[in-house]
Every structure is written in structure tokens, then in C-alpha cells.
């Protein structure tokens, strides 16, 4: 188990200028990302004990998280200039 926060600038960082961008231009994209961060922050409090939480609770944040990651992945992709 990581107690290490997952940022998306952290996890995405060929992305960073993109991310920043998006969360200002993009309404979807900005509730997406701050979707992720909320839920981000949940589990790294019950990772480090700050918020304790059962095993279950964590193990479906975690499988939001991965979602909303996912779809703010794609959401990057599909922004990104066609060569």
C-alpha cells in the first residue's frame, strides 16, 4: 500500500501544461479533475490513518479513482493536437 498521493501532474506529467489548461477551459474536464483530487484526498487520509475507513470503503474509492483516471487520460488524449 502507497501512502503517496496520486496528483494528477504527478501521474500524468508529459500532460501537466494540458491539465492546467483544461481545468479552465473545460468544464467537464475541471469536474473530472476535481472529482479525482476529492476522492484522491479520501484515500491517502484512510492510507495514512488520518480519516480511518474499512477495507471496502477504500477498496471502492480506489476503483473511482482508476476510474476518473481513466477518463481524464482519455479526455487528455483526445485534446492533444493530431499530428
Known amino acids: 500500500m502507497s501512502n503517496t498521493p496520486h496528483e494528477l501532474h504527478e501521474d500524468f506529467p508529459d500532460f501537466a501544461a494540458a491539465i492546467t489548461a483544461l481545468k479552465t ?7 473530472l479533475a476535481g472529482d479525482y483530487h476529492a ?5 491517502h487520509r484512510a492510507e495514512t490513518n488520518v480519516e480511518p475507513m474499512d477495507d471496502l470503503t477504500v477498496i471502492t474509492l480506489r476503483k473511482e479513482r482508476a476510474a476518473l483516471k481513466d477518463a481524464i487520460f482519455a479526455a487528455l488524449k483526445a485534446a492533444q493536437p493530431t499530428s
Open 25 to 31: 477551459s473545460d468544464a467537464h474536464f475541471a469536474r
Open 39 to 43: 476522492i484522491n484526498g479520501r484515500i
